[in-house]
């Protein structure tokens, strides 16, 4: 009955989880395609990401965006 009981627990608490995990995926895929479409700039797009740092904000932008591509 307990074992149950986990696996019931453990599946509510992943579901969740996975469509928030999509919905981001989604997300970075849109503003990544929009920063390619030079619809945005990279400085833009790096806030729209969250990633943080000064310097060669272009570089990592496109680091990021490669790995959706």
């Known amino acids: ?13 992943i579901s969740p989880t996975i469509v928030d995990a999509d919905e981001r995926i989604y997300e970075t895929k849109n503003i990544c395609g929009r920063y390619y479409a030079a619809e945005i700039s990279s400085s833009e797009t790096a806030r729209l990401l969250g990633l943080k740092g000064s310097g060669r904000v272009g570089s990592r932008v496109e680091q990021y965006c490669n790995f959706f591509r």
Do not use: Y
Not at 1 to 13: D, K, V
């Open 1 to 13: 009955m307990n074992g149950i009981f986990f696996i019931i627990l453990t599946a509510s608490l």
